[in-house]
């Protein structure tokens, strides 16, 4: 069974760093599959912040992050990292960490991961 855990979230002040990672478990590591950072606020939709295949290419980015986040993966594809560098109050939100088999979903929308982490609280004070 596949799990994903993240971890590294905290509170920062507006302009500061933070740099979330997904573990992930009972994963084929030998298999690609698009692996993405989703945030949520209450009463708002799961909004796509980064995501990447394992198997290499230009990663995805919301243009809200573009510039600041970058997302990556280390040597054995069984930790994902999100930097996030000069957040700002908007950043705020419960971040995700999701993974799919296919490549496609890089480009698509929360429903179509169907593994996801527990979540990690990413709190930006202005």
């Known amino acids: 069974q596949v799990q994903l855990v993240e971890s590294g979230g905290g509170s920062v002040q507006a302009g500061g760093s933070l740099r979330l990672s997904c573990s992930i478990s009972?994963?084929?590591?030998?298999?690609?599959?698009?692996m993405a950072w989703f945030r949520q606020t209450p009463g708002k939709e799961r909004e796509g912040v980064a995501a990447?295949?394992?198997?290499?290419?230009?990663?995805y980015y919301a243009d809200s992050v573009k510039g600041r986040f970058t997302i990556s993966q280390d040597n054995t594809k069984k930790i994902v990292f999100l930097q996030m560098n000069n957040l700002k109050p908007e950043d705020t939100g419960m971040y995700y960490c999701?993974?799919?088999?296919?490549?496609?979903?890089?480009?698509?929308?929360?429903?179509?991961?169907?593994?996801w982490g527990q979540g990690t609280q990413v709190t930006v004070s202005s």
């Open positions: 999701a993974a799919s088999p296919l490549m496609s979903d890089c480009f698509s929308g929360s429903w179509a991961f169907k593994t």
């Open positions: 009972g994963y084929d590591s030998t298999r690609n599959r698009c």
């Open positions: 990447l295949y394992t198997a290499g290419g230009t990663p």
